[in-house]
T-cell receptor, first 113, second 113 residues
Framework: GENVEQHPSTLSVQEGDSAVIKCTYS??????FPWYKQELGKRPQLIID?????GEKKDQRIAVTLNKTAKHFSLHITETQPEDSAVYFC????????????FGSGTRLQVQP | GAGVSQSPSNKVTEKGKDVELRCDPI?????LYWYRQSLGQGLEFLIY????????KSGLPSDRFSAERTGGSVSTLTIQRTQQEDSAVYLC???????????FGDGTRLSIL
């Protein structure tokens, strides 16, 4: 089955700096890669996703890059703000058949004002 | 409703009791997923329903866990003879048939005394 590794487990940055979180996956059949943000006690919320026919996707301060050959993808947050502080999860799934997500173990991002 | 609804939001029960957790997906979403999130951990897939197809139960950790989905909408996750290791947040997600992304509910926080 799929295995998703995520690092770092914790990340502390100064407000305004960039943050990068990296994930690797094992199953070449995976071709859908979402990122979820989870604030304490809240539901995971999708912030950006990418499919394997695209190498990069941006949405304002957030971007995701995907390297299918190397089986890794990354989340980039620029101009970080204190409200970006949360736990971020990457995930992977195939786009056909069982589409259950396999999640990474999460990165706790702390943005220091 | 506007989003995935789960009930109860919190459940405290004694070891050995049975519990039922409910999920009401987004209207029109035919795919429904259950995940479990233990304290400080990532999300672990439990079971997947898609339309009238047989559910994918491959993530259920033991035969004490079962789930139903009646009428293609509301789902109930049942845990029999609860154990302390069942303590976790149980999250439900739904999506349109054959598509991502998945949208999560707020979860049920289950505590086994």
């Amino acid at each position: 089955g799929e295995n998703v590794e995520q690092h770092p487990s914790t990340l502390s940055v100064q407000e305004g700096d960039s943050a990068v979180i990296k994930c690797t996956y094992s199953d070449s059949a995976s071709n859908y890669f979402p990122w979820y943000k989870q604030e304490l006690g809240k539901r995971p919320q999708l912030i950006i996703d990418i499919r394997s026919n695209v190498g990069e996707k941006k949405d304002q301060r957030i971007a995701v890059t995907l390297n299918k050959t190397a089986k890794h993808f990354s989340l980039h947050i620029t101009e970080t703000q204190p409200e970006d502080s949360a736990v971020y999860f990457c995930a992977a799934s195939p786009d056909t058949g069982r589409r259950a997500l396999t999640f990474g173990s999460g990165t706790r991002l702390q943005v220091q004002p | 409703g506007a989003g995935v609804s789960q009930s109860p939001s919190n459940k405290v029960t004694e070891k050995g009791k049975d519990v039922e957790l409910r999920c009401d997906p987004i209207s029109g979403h035919t795919a429904l997923y259950w995940y479990r999130q233990s304290l400080g951990q990532g999300l672990e897939f439990l079971i997947y329903f898609q339309g009238n197809s047989a559910p994918d139960k491959s993530g259920l950790p033991s035969d004490r866990f079962s789930a139903e989905r009646t009428g293609g909408s509301v789902s109930t996750l049942t845990i029999q003879r609860t154990q302390q290791e069942d303590s976790a947040v149980y999250l439900c997600a739904s999506s349109l048939e054959g598509r991502q992304p998945q949208h999560f509910g707020d979860g049920t926080r289950l505590s086994i005394l």
